[in-house]
């Protein structure tokens, strides 16, 4: 592969729809269950379909399925005519384990879509961009969607994705840090 120009997928808005797939760490807890439910609604209130992937609600030994469920999975959701953006919900630690199984020359033959993430996702948005040619973005994971989100950078990262070829954006440093990982039992 000789990738000289990034191929951007087209933009991603309203009524249009959100793969989610775990190619790292599940769900698994209620609590975490429950704040997924919580972010879903949210974003179908606004207009978005959610499709789950089969690796998404269950975390058994830090990882939501087998390798090659993980990675059939993610290109089963890029293939999802259905499926306009893909956005884990989080990180984790083992995504790298899944990258020789991905097809990226099924990806680079398919239509290009977002996908968006970061923390453990960086290693696949990384691959994919390098193998394909494809734009991914690193941003906000789907666990962090919730509806008091009230940092600009955060609860803009869909909106940016919408951009259309040409346009641009100014995204600006967050005024708020974390010391500590959140407990998300504690922020629904």
Same mark, same amino acid.
């Given at each position: 592969?000789?990738?000289?120009?990034?191929?951007?997928?087209? +933009?991603? !808005?309203?009524?249009?729809?959100? +793969?989610?797939?775990?190619?790292?760490?599940?769900? !698994?807890?209620?609590?975490?269950?429950?704040?997924?439910?919580?972010?879903?609604?949210?974003?179908?209130?606004? +207009?978005?379909?959610?499709? @789950? !992937?089969?690796?998404?609600?269950?975390?058994?030994?830090?990882?939501?399925?087998?390798?090659?469920?993980?990675?059939?999975?993610?290109?089963?959701?890029?293939?999802?005519?259905?499926?306009?953006?893909?956005?884990?919900?989080? +990180? !984790?630690?083992?995504?790298?384990?899944?990258?020789?199984?991905?097809?990226?020359?099924?990806?680079?033959?398919?239509?290009?879509?977002?996908?968006?993430?970061?923390?453990?996702?960086?290693?696949?948005?990384?691959?994919?961009?390098?193998?394909?040619?494809?734009?991914?973005?690193?941003?906000?994971?789907?666990?962090?969607?919730?509806?008091?989100?009230?940092?600009?950078?955060?609860?803009?990262?869909? @909106?940016?994705?919408?951009?259309?070829?040409? @346009?641009?954006?100014?995204?600006?440093?967050?005024?708020?840090?974390?010391? @500590?990982?959140?407990?998300?039992?504690?922020?629904?």
């Amino acid at each position: 592969m000789n990738i000289k120009t990034i191929n951007y997928p087209p +933009g991603f !808005g309203k009524n249009m729809s959100i +793969g989610v797939t775990a190619p790292s760490s599940g769900l !698994g807890t209620d609590v975490f269950i429950k704040r997924f439910d919580l972010v879903a609604e949210r974003l179908t209130e606004k +207009g978005y379909a959610i499709i @789950e !992937g089969n690796c998404l609600r269950e975390n058994c030994k830090h990882v939501s399925g087998t390798r090659e469920e993980r990675a059939n999975d993610l290109l089963n959701l890029w293939l999802n005519p259905d499926v306009d953006v893909i956005i884990p919900p989080w +990180g !984790g630690e083992v995504l790298i384990d899944i990258l020789d199984l991905i097809d990226f020359d099924r990806i680079m033959n398919s239509p290009a879509k977002w996908i968006m993430g970061y923390s453990d996702i960086s290693t696949l948005l990384f691959a994919l961009t390098l193998k394909t040619g494809i734009a991914t973005a690193h941003g906000i994971n789907f666990m962090d969607l919730i509806p008091t989100q009230n940092d600009p950078l955060s609860s803009q990262a869909l @909106e940016i994705l919408n951009l259309s070829k040409g @346009e641009t954006f100014t995204q600006n440093s967050s005024e708020k840090h974390q010391l @500590e990982f959140t407990n998300f039992g504690d922020n629904l």
